[in-house]
């Protein structure tokens, strides 16, 4: 409408100035009167037998309201969902109080209400519980063993499901004609989203009314009323979930948790509002962890460097129960194989297993990093195998731009691509060129600098997807105000990512009206219509585009009522910047606050048009969206301490059309800091008997500001034709397309020694034991 004027611009978050003056809420800001606090009695073992449980003690205590068991929840209270299917499926019960043995360390075994946190917890020490302590399997391979420990009684073996994608004749063909076949085992290792707000819930209930509010810092809160429902017995109309602000996420609140449940009954039953909140410690054992894959790699080659075929048997560390789409995360592995590469064969084998550790699901990525991983390793072997370049490998194997729509081996139709300009864009920021002259002049005096490449395609608009827990499409609602106020509802839950912006960006410029006179509601299941959520990058790319034609509903509509009030056709309005006017008589004009009040008043209004102007829309893609970039680091590394030095970062995305740099750029930034963390530092370890080794945050690295190097941020523009605006998504790039790039960089320094691959994370002490020997494979 008019000329734009917010779209495209570098506008900063309008939600940041409540977030930096801490004026925002999130769960534990929230104080209710009479409100009651629940601490957890957790398992200390991985994997027991109940034999008792004792709580006279505690339920003595000043202050304590209420103690209570799995056994006394029995029968109250449905099992923690899972919403992923597939053929042959193994779904144990899970409970939201164990019953009759734990199965993880911090597994929840006794839930303490009392009238405040410090009482739960003193009486919470009083309970005792004898365990019998049985054997643990935390080893993804070898609880695939004969005589291993199943977790799960009433089971054979601890395989929850097996997924194969035989590549047929085409992949056996590839293999006999290969010229070199390269092997590669790859591990990418368990890893906690640590996100900087742990969990809380809050419940409260009302009897009369038999209305239950459930406050949760979630990323799907209309999901989790869907889901609570079910689990309490409940008619879900009578459930409200408010998600406040959500300090991060990350996937790991992209979940339906036994805690959120739990609280809610506890307020039914209790007749008072409950509230429990993480530690941080609690949050490192009983929130999803990541990843958590070993990827057995087989590639066929031809020696011009063409991929003619992958083979993968991917193993999949579950954990001891499923989460909500624990099943699903490994799929999208298998999914993206091809990632931005002509690959004309591909078979793989997803196993799934039950380890005694914390259940695994989405983490920023959810299964599309591992596959990158995967190809971006096996493209600077087949490089390395070859005595190629790596960027040589990689643009042989490119599709060209004009071989869009492109489908995959596995099935997948990718939108758009110039993978060749993003890749070139990359080089020529980075300066490639000087710096392998620069590098091979460092080299003859010994000195280590390592040059990685990490192409990427990823998938994401998460719609039409059987690993998600409801279909794909997105809600919003736009309704102008008497005043000319604009409100707009959308079924995204955003946390972090900047939509309460970026779609007041694009209403603002769709109805001619100020950023500051459009405001974004999200997050309250009795106010906005139904909705999926946040998470796979698909906020702005389907929610976005909700909103996009919900507001060309009221457009049309505020048309016909500006049309109206002038006195002329429909056709010759023209519109302005916040006004209306007529083509033959410019000086006629209305303003859009006139034509908001005349909706609403309604004194007079056009034929067939009804009063108030208000459009919801529910938007569906056809397709995902497949953004794509390159990645290219230049490191160094101390030989003294085997410390990791990253002196260039370039990251070339391409998300399709941008609707705030800004915002882009923050998220591509945040995903390569964790990407960071990954390739360098982080990794969730469990020892021989299930205890969890990195259980807070002086035990599990994550990058500080002095770990990150400068950013260097670029774009190319490819559009997608998936939906009207051209937007792919952003979230998980940095996540993607960083954590191979880093690798790569440090194999690449550390490859005149004879280091073929080392597996992550690349800590300081790992690469000194390497630099001691002075050679070896490394892995």
């Known amino acids: 409408m008019g000329e734009r004027r917010y779209v495209g611009e570098a506008i900063p978050r309008v939600e940041d100035r409540r977030l930096v003056t801490g004026t925002s809420h999130y769960v534990d800001d929230i104080r209710l009167p009479g409100m009651l606090h629940v601490v957890l009695v957790r398992s200390p073992y991985g994997h027991a037998e109940i034999k008792r449980i004792e709580t006279a003690k505690a339920e003595t205590m000043p202050g304590v309201v209420a103690v209570l068991t799995g056994e006394a929840l029995r029968g109250r209270i449905g099992s923690i969902p899972c919403a992923s299917e597939m053929e042959g499926l193994k779904v144990p019960e899970h409970p939201v109080l164990a019953i009759g043995r734990v199965r993880y360390v911090g597994e929840p075994v006794v839930a303490v209400v009392a009238e405040d946190r410090y009482k739960a917890q003193d009486a919470a020490d009083q309970v005792e519980v004898e365990y019998e302590p049985l054997d643990v399997v935390v080893d993804v391979e070898r609880a695939l063993e004969p005589g291993a420990p199943v977790i799960h009684e009433g089971m054979d073996n601890n395989v929850a499901f097996v997924l194969r994608f035989e590549g047929g004749e085409a992949l056996k063909a590839a293999f006999e004609q290969a010229d070199a076949v390269i092997e590669q085992r790859l591990i990418n290792q368990r890893l906690h989203p640590v996100a900087m707000e742990p969990r809380g819930v809050l419940a409260e209930y009302w009897p009369g009314e038999d209305r239950l509010t459930v406050w949760s810092s979630t990323q799907i809160p209309h999901l989790l009323r869907t889901q609570l429902a079910a689990i309490l017995g409940m008619a879900e109309h009578r459930v409200r979930v408010i998600a406040p602000e959500v300090g991060g996420g990350f996937g790991s609140k992209l979940n339906v948790y036994g805690e959120e449940a739990l609280v809610a009954h506890l307020a039914r039953e209790l007749r008072k509002p409950v ?24 590639v066929a080659v031809a020696r011009d460097g063409r991929v003619l075929g992958l083979d993968v048997r991917i193993l999949s560390d579950l954990g001891a129960y499923h989460q909500l789409l624990t099943p699903g995360i490994p799929p999208l592995t298998g999914l993206m194989l091809s990632g931005p590469y002509k690959i004309p064969a591909i078979g793989y084998e997803i196993v799934g297993v039950f380890t005694n550790a914390m259940s695994t699901d989405a983490y920023r990525g959810a299964g599309r990093p591992e596959a990158t991983y995967l190809l971006e390793r096996v493209m600077d072997l087949i490089a390395r195998e070859l005595k190629m370049d790596p960027v040589e490998v990689r643009m042989r194997n490119f599709p060209r731009p004009e071989e869009f729509p492109y489908e995959t081996a596995t099935g997948l139709v990718y939108d758009s691509g110039n993978y060749q300009a993003a890749l070139q864009k990359a080089l020529e920021v980075v300066g490639y060129e000087q710096l392998r002259r620069e590098q091979a002049e460092r080299r003859q005096r010994g000195e280590l600098m390592g040059i990685g490449i990490s192409s990427y395609v990823e998938i994401c608009a998460l719609g039409p997807s059987a690993a998600l827990p409801a279909g794909g499409w997105e809600s919003a609602t736009v309704r102008v105000e008497p005043t000319g106020k604009v409100t707009v509802l959308t079924g995204a839950s955003p946390h972090g990512q900047g939509q309460e912006t970026s779609f007041a960006q694009l209403v603002a410029d769709e109805l001619g009206v100020a950023l500051e006179d459009v405001y974004v509601v999200h997050g309250d299941t009795a106010v906005v219509p139904y909705g999926i959520g946040t998470f796979g990058s698909r906020a702005t790319a389907v929610g976005g585009t909700a909103v996009y034609e919900a507001v060309q509903m009221v457009k049309e509509k505020v048309r016909s009522f500006a049309a109206h009030l002038l006195g002329v056709d429909w056709e010759d309005v023209e519109e302005g910047v916040g006004e209306y006017r007529s083509r033959r008589e410019p000086e006629r004009v209305v303003s859009f606050r006139e034509v908001a009040q005349a909706a609403y008043l309604a004194k007079s209004l056009p034929p067939g048009v009804t009063p108030g102007l208000e459009a919801t829309y529910f938007f569906e893609p056809s397709n995902f969206t497949f ?127 004879g280091v073929r691959h080392v597996d992550m ?13 002075e050679a070896g494979s490394g892995g």
């Open 275 to 298: 509230k429990w909140v993480e530690t941080r410690r609690e949050n490192m054992m009983s929130t999803i962890h990541g990843r958590g894959q070993i990827n057995d790699v087989r």
């Open 761 to 773: 994370p690349l800590t300081p002490e790992k690469i000194w034991r390497l630099l001691q020997g």
């Open 627 to 753: 953004p794509f970039g390159t990645h290219v680091v230049v490191v160094e590394i101390d030989r003294e301490t085997g410390e990791v030095k990253l002196k260039r970062y370039v990251a070339v995305d391409d998300c399709g059309r941008v609707i705030n740099p800004l915002l882009v750029e923050g998220q591509i930034h945040g995903g390569i800091v964790q990407a960071l963390g990954q390739a360098l530092m982080e990794e969730v370890v469990y020892d021989e008997w299930g205890q969890l080794l990195s259980g807070d945050l002086s035990s599990y690295a994550v990058p500080r500001a002095a770990d990150v190097p400068w950013m260097e941020t670029v774009r190319t523009e490819t559009p997608t034709t998936v939906n009207p605006m051209g937007i792919k998504g952003v979230g998980e790039a940095g996540t993607i397309g960083a954590t191979p790039a880093i690798v790569n960089a440090v194999i690449d320094a550390l490859s005149p020694l």
